[in-house]
Antibody, heavy 119, light 106 residues
Framework: QVQLVESGGGLVKPGGSLRLSCEASGFTFSDHFMTWIRQAPGKGLEWVSYISNNGITIYYADSVKGRFTISRDNAKKSLHLQMNSLRADDTAVYYC????????????WGQGTLVTVSS | SFELTQPPSLAVSPGQTANITCSGDRLGDKYACWYQQKPGQSPVVVMYQDDKRPAGISERFSGSNSGNTATLIISGTRPMDEADYYCQAWDSSTVVFGGGTKLTVL
């Protein structure tokens, strides 16, 4: 079955960096576009970034553009999010999710990893 | 920028029909999808491409999208349907989520 497992979250000071990873299994990773979505404590879902199956097409939300970098390693079936210049309002649970179709819906989600930005 | 608006909350009695709306400029020209999120859990897609139900989702869930409004319809609402529901659409290479609707089954 499809499984997505995020890791790399933790406590970081404002201005710091963190790299999130998402390990995929149970499907042909290189066939699917992937995304990162976050949810601040007690708040709604916020899209962060999106990457095509071959890594060529990449989109970012305005709130993270220039600070976050999405990437993937199809050989290792992994998705990454490099987060730099972190701010308090980046505090959230970060989910990786699989796109069910190109620019479609997200049909499988990981359990999420918590990122806390605080001094 | 494109925005999706949902009512923050909706309360229904068991057995009633819940209509959760999502409004956005010419949303009917795009595909809408819906996610259910229960406390402490990851979101699950319950409707995609306006009115398609993923495998494993109850037939009590249906959807529509026309004009400026997409609607998730839950027939015969049960206590297990109590959750937060989010609509989502794409606009100009951007994923947009609605603010979410907390469905309470009284």
């Amino acid at each position: 079955q499809v499984q997505l497992v995020e890791s790399g979250g933790g406590l970081v000071k404002p201005g710091g960096s963190l790299r999130l990873s998402c390990e995929a299994s149970g499907f042909t990773f290189s066939d699917h576009f992937m995304t990162w979505i976050r949810q601040a404590p007690g708040k709604g879902l916020e899209w962060v970034s999106y990457i095509s199956n071959n890594g060529i097409t990449i989109y970012y939300a305005d709130s993270v553009k220039g600070r976050f970098t999405i990437s993937r390693d199809n050989a290792k079936k992994s998705l990454h999010l490099q987060m730099n210049s972190l701010r308090a309002d980046d505090t959230a649970v970060y989910y990786c999710a699989r796109d069910g179709a190109i620019e479609g819906w997200f049909d499988s989600w990981g359990q999420g990893t918590l990122v806390t930005v605080s001094s | 920028s494109f925005e999706l608006t949902q009512p923050p909350s909706l309360a229904v009695s068991p057995g009633q029909t819940a209509n959760i709306t999502c409004s956005g400029d010419r949303l009917g020209d795009k595909y809408a999808c819906w996610y259910q999120q229960k406390p402490g859990q990851s979101p699950v897609v319950v409707m995609y491409q306006d009115d398609k139900r993923p495998a494993g989702i109850s037939e009590r869930f249906s959807g529509s999208n026309s004009g400026n409004t997409a609607t998730l319809i839950i027939s015969g609402t049960r206590p297990m349907d109590e959750a937060d529901y989010y609509c989502q659409a794409w606009d100009s290479s951007t994923v947009v989520f609605g603010g979410g609707t907390k469905l309470t089954v009284l």
